[in-house]
């Protein structure tokens, strides 16, 4: 095999977005990835029956379509494939009291849905809605900036010169509070301060954790603006278009392909080994899209301090899902729901908040957080006619288990745990829309120890790869002075969720480096 300048370990969406920009930029790139497909957390596949195609883990892909990446290729993606579907409700949450609210880019039904609850909350969301605008870039430039000093000051003296001095301390106080400050003190009825609050648990941002705000406020905001959108035929649209792209320019792919060891003398990188044996020389840079614990074992130690960093990075409570082919959409008790792409059943701020901690303590919620994703809703292509999957993702699950918060399953081993642990996500499921049990041909769980086994990244099932509780946010993703993926050693860069600005499929980790690497 000759050199390349890069060579990309992983095939996740992030290395995929950092190879393109450097291949764009007439570099010779090489990607290897371990499992047999590239896309890491965001793959398709007929996981349950033939013609019933399912997201394995990322279903809405809004935050790919709407990042700076996708501004610079969205075309030339488009040229191999890459074709998205809109929805123009996308989130709802059902409540135990029959009640439902959501959100639809029409205003008028949102304001109608709101208004239904609390007249108050639907004037403060026009409220909010009216000022996005001017909200939007500061917030957006924020998670688009490297976390370096000086693009740091020159945001900072942007914010100020836009906001004055007060603006921009109210825009720090925002960024610090937790979902639950923000949120009972900006709406009065709980169940649409449950609404919002659902989307910090899409993160590692229960309810009462710091710095947990913006993800609610952003959701949506963004959900009422732009709907969301979702892959045409799957997630994977994103995967097959980069693949191609980066092929098309004279990059390499190879699948099953797992990396075992970084090559470098302790203070350059040179290359990488495969599991068969070969050696891959990088004349350039090597990046690695792993997990920070796992960079640790590829290089067999850097400096003290860096592996201890990548040591004691910390991740949050895991995931399990439950894909459904189904005859029918689910009989939501309110028939609207049926409309939306999302539906949350996260009852309360209360709720969510408890079985956060119950998972952070090793337990298997009583109650746990479902997201019921309905792709067939906006794209039928993805099941056989007048046929439907459904994505039912139950949010919080421990990597590890150490008992039940309900006392009823016994087995601590995901083997013995993940059936009872999915008939409970089902029963909730069932009293918000009975008969969907009676409706499913055939379903398939993945749970947190199935996710880490089919991707080393989602660590104990966690689909965000680390927390981003603040000491692992900002400056401090991975660790602090490492927020751009440098290491130690020359020539070897992190990247992937871990890094800063972390998980989603904005691509933000890849592009960031690729353009740092290039100059641009
Ligand atoms: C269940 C679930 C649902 C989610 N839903 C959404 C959603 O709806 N919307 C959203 O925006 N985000 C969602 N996310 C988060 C999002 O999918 C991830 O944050 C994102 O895809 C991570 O991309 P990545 O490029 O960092 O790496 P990953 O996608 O994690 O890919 C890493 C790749 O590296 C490979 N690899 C690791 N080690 C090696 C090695 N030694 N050698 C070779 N290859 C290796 C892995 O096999 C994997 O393919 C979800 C995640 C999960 C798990």
């Avoid at 989130?91 to 849905?113: I, Q, R, Y």
């Avoid at 000022?131 to 870039?137: L, V, Y």
């Avoid at 120890?449 to 680390?466: K, R, Y």
Wanted: hydrophobic fraction near 45%.
């Amino acid at each position: 095999m000759p050199d390349f300048d890069a060579v990309l370990i992983g095939a996740g969406h992030n290395t995929l977005a950092a190879a393109l920009h450097l291949a764009a930029k007439g570099w010779r790139v090489a990607v290897f990835e371990r499992a047999p497909v590239a896309g890491g957390a965001v793959k398709t596949g007929e996981y349950t029956l033939p013609g019933f195609r399912h997201d394995w883990a990322a279903m809405n892909l809004s935050l790919f379509a709407g990042s700076p990446f996708f501004k610079l290729y969205g075309a030339e993606l488009a040229k191999h494939g890459c074709n998205f579907v809109p929805a123009a409700k996308p989130f709802a949450s059902s409540f135990p009291d029959g009640k439902h609210v959501g959100v639809s880019t029409n205003l008028e039904e949102t304001t109608a849905l709101i208004k239904a609850l609390s007249p108050e909350d639907a004037a403060t969301w026009n409220r909010l809605f009216a000022g996005f605008g001017a909200e939007a870039p500061h917030l957006f430039g924020l998670l688009g900036s490297p976390m370096k000093m000086r693009a740091l000051a020159y945001f900072m003296f942007k914010t100020l010169r836009a906001k004055g001095v007060g603006g921009t301390l109210d825009m720090a106080r925002f960024l610090l509070q937790s979902p639950r400050q923000y949120l009972t003190e900006t709406f009065r009825h709980p169940h649409v301060q449950a609404l919002l609050g659902a989307w910090g648990m899409h993160l590692d941002f229960a309810p009462d954790v710091a710095g947990g705000a913006m993800f609610p406020y952003l959701e949506g905001m963004a959900g009422q603006a732009f709907g969301m959108v979702i892959g045409q035929g799957g997630a994977d649209t994103i995967v097959k278009a980069l693949v191609a792209a980066i092929q098309a320019r004279g990059g390499v792919i190879e699948v099953n392909a797992p990396v075992t060891r970084i090559l470098h003398d302790g203070s350059r990188a040179s290359g990488i080994e495969l599991a068969d044996g070969r050696k891959i020389t990088a004349t350039k840079v090597v990046i690695a899209g792993v997990a920070p614990r796992a960079l640790t074992r590829l290089t067999g130690g850097t400096t003290p301090a860096f592996d201890a960093g990548m040591t004691n990075f910390a991740h949050a409570p895991g995931t399990m899902m439950i894909h459904l082919a189904l005859s029918d959409l689910p009989d939501w008790k309110q028939p609207d729901l049926k409309t939306f792409a999302y539906v949350h059943i996260a009852p309360s701020l209360d709720q969510m908040a408890r079985t956060y901690a119950q998972a952070k303590a090793g337990l298997l919620p009583d109650e746990p957080i479902l997201v019921v994703g309905q792709p067939t809703v906006v794209d039928p292509s993805r099941a056989p006619e007048g046929k439907h999957t459904l994505w039912v993702q139950v949010r919080m699950a421990p990597g590890v288990i150490l008992g039940d918060a309900k006392g009823e399953i016994t087995g601590t081993d995901w083997t013995d745990a993940t059936v009872p642990f999915a008939e409970r996500a089902m029963d909730i499921l069932e009293a918000h829309a009975p008969g969907t049990r009676a409706k499913t041909l055939a379903r398939r769980l993945v749970n947190p120890v199935d996710f880490e086994a089919e991707n080393p990244n989602l660590v104990g099932g966690d689909q965000v790869c680390g927390s981003h509780h603040l000491s692992q946010h900002f400056l401090f993703r991975p660790m602090r002075g490492h927020a751009d993926g440098s290491t130690p050693i020359r020539n070897l860069h992190l990247t992937g969720a871990a890094v800063w600005p972390g998980a989603g499929t904005g691509a933000g980790p890849g592009y960031l480096l690729a353009r740092h690497l290039v100059g641009n």
